[in-house]
């Protein structure tokens, strides 16, 4: 079940990812960039941002996000340990991928220092504040 839930907010926010890979052209004296390669959050943002309902943006930067966040959303399953605690803990049901995509572009245009983050991990650090996990409660102490 914890794997459904994961699924769920996973997904849209891999979508996000998938739209930083609009990037402008080098300018004189910048090393070119690889395809795909984002600088930072605020990068993936701005492509996660772009309306759904225009053409550019329906099957470019709207798709890039999506498939970037539900690919960062997949290896990160695919990597984890079954037995590892979780590093986020998404709500049943879970978030529509638009739901997310608003949530994430409004967290990383918050703050300064979220837009300056890694895109990848701007995912993980997002979904870590929006959705944390319940910390269990202690043990109690015997007398």
Not at 14 to 24: C, G, S, V
Not at 25 to 37: K, N, S, T, V
Not at 92 to 115: H, I, L, Q
């Amino acid at each position: 079940m914890r794997a459904l839930i994961a699924a769920g907010i996973v997904y849209p926010v891999l979508a996000l990812a998938a739209l930083a890979q609009t990037a402008p052209p080098p300018q004189a004296g910048q090393p070119a960039r690889e395809a795909g390669e984002l600088r930072s959050a605020a990068e993936l943002a701005r492509i996660c941002a772009a309306e759904s309902n225009t053409a550019v943006g329906q099957y470019y930067e709207y798709g890039y996000c999506f498939g970037y966040t539900t690919g960062a959303l997949h290896y990160n399953r695919a990597i984890t340990p079954a037995n590892a605690p979780p590093i986020f803990c998404a709500p049943s049901p879970a978030p529509t991928f638009e739901a997310m995509r608003g949530k994430y572009v409004a967290w990383v245009n918050a703050a300064p220092e979220n837009g300056s983050m890694r895109a990848i991990e701007s995912v993980f650090a997002f979904l870590r504040t929006e959705y944390p996990c319940p910390t269990p409660p202690a043990p109690a102490r015997r007398r």
